[in-house]
């Protein structure tokens, strides 16, 4: 049986607001926890006008307290931008106020060059990657006996769980990475939806080596999805995301997410249009039993139970539909 995930960027519809966006994350958190969804991710974004989704951690603190089962996890914190030590005692605290129910998916940073300067200013140099990783995995296992660099030091608090951990990743790299650390594996079908993502997945499963915190691979498929009742209403929301994802790509972005009728008025050039084809490989579009029978055949290609759905599709009660529908698509049995 397929598990469904949400990941909510936190979306600022045109003629809304940051905070009315966040409040709306949250009322799709509560919504998603209802409906039986496994677990709800938030992102961590800068620059991005359009979303209000910059920090994970405090979003995710607010979020748990609203809801009370299910997991709430970031994808991603963008791991090279900070400390690995400090991250782990957000998390921990996270885990300790809410144990069993947190998650870090843990990304690279793809950020816009003054993000990148702003967040590591005060940085003489950075850390590999791999070696972030590794101190993440020492803190959450209180591990003061390897050697190390900080080997006497705690991640506070001590407490006898740990948040599930989860690489994100679209490539071989991140895959070797969350294979060899023995981590869940996270793939941005939604990023770049080609038969190498299943090369990719099946590298990971391949070559896993069993961690403390996790003893056999563990696969999870992110893809955007646009759902409505009918086809028609699916594709007008399809062509509001397609215009969204075209902002996001230019450099002049407006700071909402446009509307329906906005993408309607504008309408797209050749060479946008060209844009539009190839983006549309990376969302799954119709009816709830076209989605889902997406959704399985996207299950089967990359062997898993698990996929986590981006409803980033215009308007909040559109997007809380969209669950809604999945949901009885897929019979999911909430509280």
Do not use: C
Not at 6 to 18: C, N, Q, R, V
Not at 23 to 39: D, M, N, P, V, Y
Not at 127 to 156: C, G, N
């Amino acid at each position: 049986m397929i598990s469904l995930n949400i990941l909510d960027y936190s979306p600022i519809d045109e003629g809304e607001t940051a905070a009315s966006a966040l409040k709306q994350t949250t009322e799709l958190a509560q919504l998603a926890e209802g409906l039986g969804f496994k677990r709800f991710w938030v992102a961590e974004h800068h620059q991005v006008e359009s979303v209000a989704g910059t920090t994970p951690e405090m979003l995710m603190m607010h979020l748990a307290a609203s809801t009370k089962i299910i997991r709430i996890g970031s994808g991603g914190v963008m791991l090279p931008h900070y400390s690995a030590y400090k991250v782990a005692e957000n998390f921990r605290m996270l885990e300790a106020l809410y144990p069993g129910r947190i998650d870090l998916g843990i990304g690279r940073s793809r950020s816009y060059r003054i993000v990148n300067e702003a967040l590591n200013e005060s940085k003489t140099k950075r850390l590999p990657y791999d070696q972030q990783l590794t101190d993440l995995q020492k803190y959450f296992a209180d591990d003061t006996e390897s050697e190390h660099r900080f080997k006497p030091l705690l991640a506070m608090p001590i407490i006898e769980t740990a948040p599930e951990l989860w690489l994100l990743g679209t490539g071989p790299g991140s895959a070797r990475l969350a294979a060899e650390k023995g981590m869940g594996y996270a793939f941005a079908h939604f990023a770049k939806p080609s038969q190498q993502g299943v090369e990719v997945v099946e590298a990971y499963r391949s070559k896993f080596q069993p961690s403390a915190f996790l003893k056999e691979p563990k696969v999870m498929i992110a893809v955007f999805a646009v759902v409505a009742e009918t086809a028609e209403k699916a594709e007008e929301l399809a062509t509001a995301f397609d215009l969204w994802l075209l902002f996001v790509e230019s450099d002049s972005q407006p700071p909402y997410y446009p509307s329906i009728d906005t993408a309607k008025r504008r309408g797209f050039s050749a060479n946008e249009q060209e844009k539009v084809v190839r983006n549309r490989q990376r969302m799954l579009i119709g009816t709830a039993e076209q989605v889902k029978v997406q959704i399985e055949s996207l299950a089967e290609r990359y062997n898993t139970d698990e996929i986590t759905i981006i409803p980033n599709i215009s308007g909040a009660d559109h997007r809380m539909n969209e669950l809604h529908l999945l949901a009885s698509a897929f019979n999911l049995s909430g509280k």
